[in-house]
């Protein structure tokens, strides 16, 4: 992939909707933030992230939308802070990964549930790290007005329908030999687009246990 086709999936990520939404990658969380400087840096480490997978990626997994535990203050979908600081998974080889929520929010960095199940499963069947990419049908944090930005809230149709245009540009980065969708949302929207996918349960609620199943039947 080219810096100019990066960068411009990049941008067109700058165009979210209005409303109770959070946009990692060009918004700043005033409350939750450890500076100014944090999109530059979740910019920064999505592109990392894009680059060492595209040409590599046999996998591509579409989850509902990002989450506040997650890509919220990582810039990567269903990866969370903890997960990067720690390198366990080998997430990102080109650039060292920065948290960018603040130590008295959260002292060892966010932890989501949905990434840690996610990526060891993946991770126990054999599946490399950068032989699978993650995103979300989509792509911009939802949250609930309510609760304010360290929550989560499904997005409604209208915004599904905004995030449509992201999901088609990224399934065009990656020509995966398998495409798959956690729950209804995410294989709705690839639906639309003409793209076939697995539907698997998501592994929240009490689906880890099936997911980790369906998971492993689609890539052995």
């Given at each position: 992939?080219?810096?100019?086709?990066?960068?411009?999936?990049?941008?067109?990520?700058?165009?979210?909707?209005?409303?109770?939404?959070?946009n990692p990658w060009w918004q700043i969380d005033e409350e939750n933030d450890?500076?100014?400087?944090?999109?530059?840096?979740?910019?920064?480490?999505?592109?990392a992230y894009v680059?060492?997978?595209?040409?590599?990626?046999k996998l591509l997994v579409i989850g509902e939308a990002l989450g506040y535990r997650g890509g919220h203050f990582t810039g990567i979908p269903m990866t969370s802070e903890r997960m990067l600081?720690?390198?366990?998974?080998?997430?990102?080889?080109?650039?060292?990964?920065?948290?960018?929520?603040?130590?008295?929010?959260?002292?060892?960095?966010?932890?989501?549930?949905?990434a840690t199940i996610v990526w060891g499963a993946l991770l126990k069947i054999g599946v490399l790290p950068d032989e699978f990419v993650l995103w979300n049908a989509f792509p911009w944090h939802s949250f609930d007005p309510r609760r304010?930005?360290?929550?989560?809230r499904m997005p409604n149709k209208s915004e599904q329908l905004s995030g449509c245009p992201v999901l088609r540009v990224f399934v065009e980065l990656f020509c995966c030999e398998q495409i798959?969708?956690?729950?209804?949302?995410?294989?709705?929207?690839?639906?639309?687009?003409?793209?076939n996918a697995h539907c698997v349960r998501?592994?929240?609620?009490?689906?880890?246990?099936l997911f980790r199943e369906q998971i492993a039947r689609i890539v052995r």
């Open positions: 992939m080219s810096p100019k086709h990066l960068d411009n999936f990049v941008r067109l990520l700058k165009a979210s909707p209005s409303g109770a939404l959070f450890v500076g100014r400087i944090a999109p530059i840096i979740r910019r920064r480490q999505l592109c680059q060492e997978r595209v040409g590599r990626a600081l720690r390198k366990q998974q080998n997430i990102l080889a080109r650039i060292k990964p920065r948290r960018t929520s603040k130590p008295s929010v959260c002292p060892h960095g966010f932890s989501e549930p949905t304010g930005p360290l929550s989560n798959v969708a956690l729950e209804k949302i995410a294989s709705a929207q690839l639906e639309q687009l003409g793209v998501h592994p929240a609620s009490g689906g880890t246990k």
